[in-house]
C-alpha cells in the first residue's frame, strides 16, 4: 500500500530522487520483516539485497549506495546472530520440509541473480546519471 502511495504522490511533490529513496527504505524494509520467517541468516531472500544496493548507487547516487551498503552488511551481521543465539526466526513463510525450503532457496536465487544480470546489462559502463552528464556535455 504504502508503495502505491509513494507512487501516486510522485505526481503532486515531482521528486523522482526522493520517491526512490523511499521505495529502496520500503523494499529493504519488507525484505528486513520476511526474513524473520525465512529462516533467518539463511534466507535466499538476502540476494536481494545487492539488487537494491547495486540500484541505489546506479539511481540516487554513491553515497546513498555506500549507505545501503552498509546497512545491508548490518542487516546481515544482525540476522547472523539473532539466528544463532535466538529463536527469533524460523521457517513459517516457508514450511519445515527440507524439500520447501531448498525450493524457496532455488527459486529466489535463481531470480536474484536474473535481476542482478538485468540491472548489469541495463547500466553498462555508466549509471544513468553519468549517460545524463555525457549527453548534456556533447556539443550541439
Do not use: C
Not at 536481494?48 to 546506479?58: E, P
Request: glycine fraction near 10%; charge should be positive.
Amino acid at each position: 500500500m504504502m508503495v502505491f502511495t509513494n507512487y501516486f504522490a510522485l505526481a503532486f511533490h515531482k521528486n523522482s530522487r526522493s520517491a526512490f529513496i523511499i521505495l529502496v527504505i520500503l523494499m529493504f524494509t519488507v525484505l528486513h520483516v520476511i526474513t524473520y520467517g525465512q529462516g533467518g541468516i539463511k534466507n535466499s531472500g538476502i540476494f536481494y539485497l545487492a539488487a537494491i544496493i547495486l540500484i541505489t548507487y546506479m539511481l540516487p547516487g554513491k553515497t546513498p549506495g555506500k549507505i545501503m551498503a552498509g546497512i545491508s552488511i548490518l542487516h546481515v551481521i544482525y540476522f547472523y546472530f539473532i539466528s544463532m543465539y535466538t529463536g527469533w526466526t524460523d521457517y513459517s513463510l516457508i514450511g519445515n520440509k527440507p524439500g520447501l525450503i531448498e525450493l524457496h532457496f532455488l527459486i529466489t536465487g535463481t531470480l536474484s541473480i536474473l535481476l542482478l544480470a538485468a540491472l548489469g546489462l541495463r547500466s553498462g559502463i555508466y549509471t544513468p546519471q553519468q549517460r545524463i552528464k555525457r549527453i548534456r556535455q556533447r556539443p550541439a
